[in-house]
């Protein structure tokens, strides 16, 4: 199981788990989608097939730039969401059950060392042959 950084000085507390964000990119495969077209049909897709607090989830997890790594924060999606805890851990089940957020086999290293659990963050669906959904 390989291990990588999370982004910045995050430290993490017992029992977090940690995101990485991929974002579809443009047929060029370089550019970063910030809100093309391309990038404005993944969000659209994701409002209709998720529940209204599991789209609040994914529109925190989005936010984050592509390759963003950083600490899954409970406390911090409560805030940033307004969505209770209950709700929370409904809307996670929601996007790992609808592939978005798929179980990494790779660790993320917080900065005192620790390592967390990495979860990685599709602005679409993954299929199971591991390829995005087109």
């Known amino acids: 199981m390989s ?3 999370l982004s ?5 507390v017992p029992n977090q788990k940690a995101f990485k964000v991929n974002k579809k990119r443009e047929p060029d495969n370089k550019t970063d989608v910030r ?3 391309l990038f404005k049909k ?3 897709e ?11 989830v994914y529109m925190y997890l ?6 963003y790594i950083g600490g899954l924060s409970k406390v911090d ?14 809307a ?15 660790q993320a290293q917080d900065s005192s060392g620790a390592l967390l659990p990495l979860y990685e963050f599709y602005s679409r669906p993954y299929l199971s042959s591991n390829c995005p959904l087109s």
């Open 77 to 90: 999606i409560l805030a940033q969401t307004g969505i209770s805890e209950s709700s929370y851990k409904r």
């Open 92 to 106: 996670l089940k929601e996007l790992e059950e609808k592939g978005y957020l798929l179980y990494s086999h790779q």
């Open 42 to 44: 993944d969000i659209f």
């Open 3 to 5: 291990v990588i950084k």
């Open 62 to 67: 989005i936010s984050n730039q592509d390759g």
């Open 46 to 56: 994701a409002c209709k097939n998720l529940k209204d607090t599991t789209f609040k």
């Open 8 to 12: 910045g000085e995050f430290k993490g």
């Open 35 to 37: 809100i093309s077209d």
